[in-house]
């Protein structure tokens, strides 16, 4: 198999332990041929995509654009502030336009959960989450899994087995807590969901995570520690009473990451609160991944529109 | 003019008959219920054989949008959908454009409903504006012809205003209709809290924002009288609440959808916006409780909730789509099919819930098929298939999830105050 047999990329409960190794395994591919000098091949030659943000984004955006980029997409960009949706257009209508102009990709961003998954069924491009309301952000969770693999060197075993990973924060809220679990359980992995149980709900069992309120008895325990950007306006629905509060029990601090073992990973989606949920001294730390995954995030990206395009053996386009 | 129904198998919820019976009506009236009705020259004449023949089917609870939305629903439409669907009564909620909350909106529903084929009744606010903050005037409402009063779609978060509102309207001996939804703790919520809204993403609208309301709205009709109506239950928790007031002599009583027997929250995965509405789909142990509530005559009512919405409206993020699909059409089949096919449930069991039942709530003189009453009577051949596609559902909105399901139970004839009002032979 080099492709994606399949129209759109949605969330990762609807993948396969092989096609999140395809994905992975292909990045990895990617990843060498954009840390070269010559950066570019033509794998999406004629293609048009389009990053269509129904949310504000920087770091996704350029990772999707950058990615489209480099297989030579033809790129536009479609963002809210300038666009016909604050005249009250709908989506469909957006995207039926979107596509009377021939784009093949559609990468989405949008603040409603299901709103890829409900776009996805009424149009024929692809379709590619960028992160949808709570629900899922597919591409992170790869970006996520990859980086692992790559730290771990695990990736031609293609597990995650042995690996205790720990999310900490909001997980309640968080698209990226929902797909990394469903990512790393699939690959194995041992997950335990951290944070206060307003933000940490019982019905998350239902992923076979562990649950834990107590950072201080799960540190030591974890291989991976993925930490998730706290929003401060979470405080206004009383979910917690402080950030101060916050920090004092769920933050990663300089104290807690001497009692981490001496192999863990460090990682964070971005962007970070620093002082929040991880002190400054620990994000310098070799330990934090965090620079590390934006860079696998272009890779993973590419290889997504890659497989998602039908693929090509690859040492054919080693050759370009 | 005089209709001799022959050979049907007549069931009859008020007076718990269930037998192969001949019906006759003369003019408005039914003349006769019993064997052998001979037929004399000009008669029309109905072969009812391997159909039930039903008290015309009464519907406490349908969205016409009338006033204000006429491009989604009408008055007269919905009429003519309720006909079709072997409805010859329908409750007409208030929260339109402007609300019903004074005299000259419920005649103006009387007078819209006049033209079309079955009777309205009008349900007004209990509050002035849908605002919540003063009650409306009940009295003057029910002069003009409304027969409930409620804020459905809202539902009064005030306990004291609630209080006042069952004790004035006990003069009238009407019912009050609460839509049970603390508001505070459904919170903006989508679908219903759980599994399957956490798989989602989407924020969930615990049960129990429905039973807190139930809970208190049950405990305050203990204290001031009145007579309590709870709209649309969903959850096995509000089953049980209701239950156990009753055993306490509170005067409650409820109603349920047919979504919420049919249908569970995984279905918002497959059919999104079209498996929206208030209150949510909640779980299978949900829907097997709402099941046995009605066995067991905890639940008073089926009642659909008919809530038109355009599919521009429909068709968008599920998170902003509007709460609420369509259920007339689906109603008799979804019965039939899931009730009385799938659960066991006799006729006389399934279809008291939709004529002797509303009808005594409601205090309308309807509802049986005994010599003397009103001819409203339903027709259906439960044993006929039904497709419901675009066609089959004569709403102008199709907002249903049941699109594409082969059902039991068609309409065959529906007659309203004597008239055939709907015919599919």
């Known amino acids: ?320 | 003019m005089r209709i001799v129904i022959k050979n049907g198998r007549v069931v009859d919820p008020a007076s718990k008959i269930d037998e192969t019976l001949d019906l006759l009506i003369e003019n408005e009236t039914i003349a006769d219920v019993s064997r052998g009705i001979s037929v004399r020259k000009g008669d029309t004449v109905i072969d009812a054989s391997g159909c039930l023949v039903l008290p015309g089917l009464i519907d406490m609870h349908v969205h016409f949008r009338e006033p204000g939305r006429e491009d989604v629903e009408t008055i007269f439409g919905g009429s003519q959908v309720a006909a079709k669907s072997g409805f010859t009564s329908v409750c007409t909620m208030p929260n339109t454009d402007p609300v019903i909350d004074n005299q000259a909106l419920v005649r103006f529903i009387k007078l819209e409903a006049e033209k079309g084929p079955i009777n309205v009744y009008p349900v007004a606010t209990i509050t002035k504006g849908l605002k919540g903050e003063e009650i409306s005037e009940m009295g003057e409402l029910i002069n003009a012809g409304a027969v409930a009063f409620s804020d459905d779609g809202m539902p009064v978060m005030s306990s004291v205003l609630m209080r006042r509102a069952l004790e004035y309207s006990r003069m009238f001996d009407v019912p009050i209709i609460a839509h049970s939804e603390d508001l505070d703790l459904a919170d903006e919520g989508i679908m219903n809290e759980g599994k399957n809204s956490t798989l989602l993403g989407l924020k969930g609208i615990p049960r129990e924002s429905e039973e807190v309301m139930i809970a208190r709205d049950v405990i305050l009709t203990r204290l001031s009288g009145g007579r309590l109506h709870v709209a649309h239950i969903s959850s096995g928790g509000s089953v049980e609440i209701i239950r156990r007031a009753k055993s306490d002599g509170i005067t409650v009583t409820c109603e349920t959808a047919p979504h919420y027997f049919s249908l569970a929250d995984d279905a918002v995965a497959e059919y999104l916006s079209m498996a929206k509405m208030k209150p949510p789909l909640r779980t299978e142990d949900d829907r097997k409780a709402i099941i046995e509530g009605l066995r067991r005559g905890i639940i008073d009512v089926i009642a659909s909730d008919h809530a038109p919405h355009s599919l521009n409206e429909k068709m968008q993020e599920l998170e902003y789509a509007p709460f609420g699909i369509v259920g007339l059409e689906t109603a008799v089949p979804l019965i039939i099919t899931v009730l009385v096919r799938e659960n066991g449930f006799s006729y006389l069991e399934a279809f008291e819930k939709l004529t002797v039942n509303p009808a005594r709530i409601l205090k309308i003189d309807r509802g049986e098929l005994k010599a003397g009453k009103v001819a409203d009577v339903t027709i259906i051949d439960p044993e006929k298939k039904i497709l419901v596609d675009e066609e089959f559902m004569l709403s102008k909105c199709k907002n249903s999830p049941f699109i594409g399901r082969e059902l039991y139970g068609s309409v065959i004839h529906t007659i309203c105050n004597g008239n055939l009002v709907y015919s599919n032979r």
């Open chain 1, 1 to 320: 198999m080099n492709s994606l047999k399949r129209k759109d990329l949605l969330d990762i409960q609807s993948l396969s332990v092989e096609e999140i190794l395809l994905i992975c395994r292909s990045a990895k591919y990617f990843k060498d041929i954009f840390t070269r000098s010559v950066k570019s091949v033509p794998v999406l030659r004629g293609k048009a995509v389009c990053t269509l943000f129904y949310e504000p984004s920087t770091r996704t955006r350029i990772s999707f654009e950058l990615a489209a980029k480099r297989l030579s997409a033809d790129l536009i960009n479609f963002t809210v502030a300038t666009s016909s949706v604050v005249k009250g257009e709908s989506l469909i209508d957006t995207v039926h336009t979107l596509e009377a102009m021939k784009v093949d990709y559609i990468v989405m961003r949008h603040a409603a959960s299901m709103a890829p998954h409900f776009l996805s069924r009424n149009i024929n491009a692809s379709v590619i989450n960028a992160g949808d309301g709570f629900h899922a952000h597919p591409t992170q969770a790869l970006l996520d899994t990859y980086s692992i693999m790559e730290q771990r060197e695990s990736l031609d075993d293609g597990t995650l087995a042995g690996l205790h990973i720990g999310i900490i924060g909001d997980i309640k809220h968080s698209r990226v807590a929902r797909s990394d679990i469903e990512a790393f359980t699939k690959l194995g992995a041992k997950v335990t969901i951290c944070g206060p149980p307003t933000l940490v709900p019982d019905d998350f069992k239902l992923y076979g995570v562990d649950i834990s309120y107590n950072l201080d008895e799960l540190l030591p325990e974890l291989n991976v520690i993925n930490l998730l950007r706290i929003q401060k306006e979470r405080q206004k629905g009383s979910l917690f009473p402080s950030l101060r509060e916050y920090h004092r029990q769920f933050a990663l601090t300089v104290e807690r990451f001497r009692r981490c073992r001496d192999d863990v990973i460090v990682m964070h989606p971005g962007p970070v609160n620093r002082g929040i949920e991880i002190d400054d001294a620990v994000m310098e730390s070799p330990k934090a991944i965090v620079n590390e995954q934006v860079t696998n995030g272009v890779a993973v990206r590419m290889a997504i529109f890659y497989l998602l395009a039908g693929g090509a053996p690859l040492e054919e386009m080693n050759e370009e």
